[in-house]
């Protein structure tokens, strides 16, 4: 079965950084696109960024310029380099995928546990 496990969470101060990592394992296909997703408390899950197989990538607004999301397709790897990191961050980060697993031969989603990020003042 797939399964994503994300790393990386932790507690930063505000300014620092962090990366998290995000790794798909099973019998996969191919990976059309991973992406990171937050929580914060009292909020609904929102976008992050995301990548796909092309190399696109899309961020949301609050989070441009400061972070940067990357991919190992090798190591069916994802990662997203978080700096300059605001309180307004903190959340529980969660990594998705859209992929293909056998014997299947269309792309569904994926969802990892998620890995809490909380940034201190």
């Known amino acids: 079965q797939v399964q994503l496990v994300e790393s990386g969470g932790g507690l930063v101060q505000a300014g620092g950084s962090l990366r998290l990592s995000c790794t798909a394992s099973?019998?996969?296909?191919?990976?059309?696109?991973m992406g990171w997703y937050r929580q914060a408390p009292g909020k609904q899950r929102e976008l992050v960024a995301t990548i796909t197989s092309g190399g696109s990538t899309n961020y949301a607004d609050s989070v441009k310029d400061r972070f940067a999301i990357s991919r190992d397709d090798a190591k069916n790897m994802v990662y997203l380099q978080m700096n300059s990191l605001k309180p307004e961050d903190t959340a529980v980060y969660s990594c998705n995928a859209n992929l293909v697993t056998a014997p299947l031969y269309y792309g569904v989603d994926y969802w990892g546990k998620g890995t809490l990020v909380t940034v201190s003042s």
């Open positions: 099973g019998r996969i296909f191919n990976i059309y696109a």
